[in-house]
């Protein structure tokens, strides 16, 4: 009957903690390039998938710079990464146990002023959607949603009313899926904040921005600005 | 010679769009579980391996939540995450090409504040290091910290100058790793702030907080205030 190898016995876990001590005390220290996986395991006398998670851990930790031919190196400045998860307003609201609801405040159809066409990279005279909404919870407003689509790239949406199908959920269904470009940011409350939001004019709004592009075209620009004390938290 | 099987010319791509269009046109409406992958690669005439890539990239598209023994469902509304890559200052910084400069303003040790016990879990009487430390760029206020350290969880902190080397550079040498909750928020300039980072009192700011466990102790609780106008942005 044959031995157990001993890296059967190594789990992912103790060789991530053998990598993070000699990232951290030496003799790996910033910049330095690791050996190959296979060279690695063998030194860990674990398995190579084992060194593969423990890697890719670490990675996810923000110590090691992972590049396909250049190998794997030690961070000068680790990154962490924060993960968001963003779901649509109703769903937040509802996971709260509050009740949703969402009323469109207006609704125009206009050639794009000149800051969009800048923003959203747009030939002049382009027709867009201009929608401000509210999403309230039990009654009282949670987010406040001033949105431009671009009626070149998505005609639906010239023809949509959005009175009763808030647009995110009605884009999410048609623009299947995207690139985004996500900031946040802290805003001064501006006039249409302050009257649909209960902020009082220059008070410190919460404001998330998103830009959507599908197959290279501009589809939407959304600024999301929440109620009073909002904050975005996640846990890793 | 054996002919080439068809699915040796699916590519995950044609498979993840076809998932897609399932699901945002029917029949796989919110709700659905999923056929099992085998079976799906089959349908698909795939092999498995593309088949779980698609269906990997679909769920990080936060379409599909996938539980290992409740099988694959499509979710009722989609969750989309933001990645933000979080680096140390001194690399946000310099990577802009500025010269970066980090000052420490106040270091006191002191026994923990009631609110501080009970955001950190702390007992009556435990000593605290409070830091306040600037980040510049260029010679301009960028950042603004505003620190707690556990000095049970981490005595070294307690011998610590942090004269020359910041706090975060320091806890992310000496606690390997941890686990985070971070938030992110709009503030209104308080008096330190307003000392520090040339805002007005009142004014807009952009907070991220962060508080650190390690071993299910509390290590650190932290502030980052920003300069006016800054923002965090993230592609995908």
Same mark, same amino acid.
């Given at each position: ?11 992912? =876990? $103790?060789? +991530? ?6 990232? /951290? ?13 296979? $060279? ?9 998938? /084992? ?8 990675? $996810? ?14 961070? +000068? ?5 924060? =993960? ?15 009740? %949703? =609801? %969402? ?11 000149? @800051?969009?066409?800048?923003? +959203? ?6 027709? #867009? ?13 949670? &987010?406040?949603?001033? =949105? @431009? ?10 023809? &949509? ?46 404001? #998330? ?5 599908? &197959? ?13 004390? %909002?904050?975005?938290?996640?846990? %890793?």
């Amino acid at each position: 009957m044959a031995t157990t190898p001993i890296f059967e016995k190594t789990t992912f =876990r $103790e060789v +991530m903690a053998e990598i993070l001590q000699r990232i /951290t005390e030496g003799p790996w220290g910033p910049g330095t390039l690791l050996p190959g996986e296979v $060279e690695l395991a063998e030194e860990f006398r674990c398995s190579r998938t /084992t060194m593969n998670r423990a890697l890719r851990e670490v990675s $996810e930790l923000g110590f090691l710079d992972r590049k396909r031919k250049a190998g794997t190196r030690v961070r +000068m400045a680790p990154i962490r990464q924060a =993960r968001f998860e963003m779901p649509i307003v109703r769903a937040e609201v509802e996971k709260t146990g509050a009740s %949703y =609801r %969402y009323a469109l405040v207006s609704r125009e159809i206009l050639a794009a002023p000149e @800051w969009l066409r800048a923003r +959203m990279n747009l030939s002049v005279g382009s027709e #867009v959607v201009h929608l401000v909404c509210l999403h309230s919870a039990n009654g009282e407003a949670f &987010q406040l949603e001033d =949105r @431009w689509i671009n009626g070149a790239a998505l005609p639906q949406a010239l023809q &949509q009313d959005f009175a009763a199908i808030g647009p995110n959920e009605w884009l999410v269904a048609t623009v299947p899926f995207s690139e985004v470009e996500i900031s946040f940011l802290a805003s001064a409350a501006d006039a249409i904040t302050v009257t649909h939001l209960d902020h009082k004019l220059g008070e410190p709004v919460f404001c #998330v921005e998103r830009a959507t592009w599908w &197959q290279n075209a501009a589809i939407t620009l959304v600024t999301l600005s929440h109620r009073r004390g %909002y904050r975005m938290t996640t846990r %890793y």
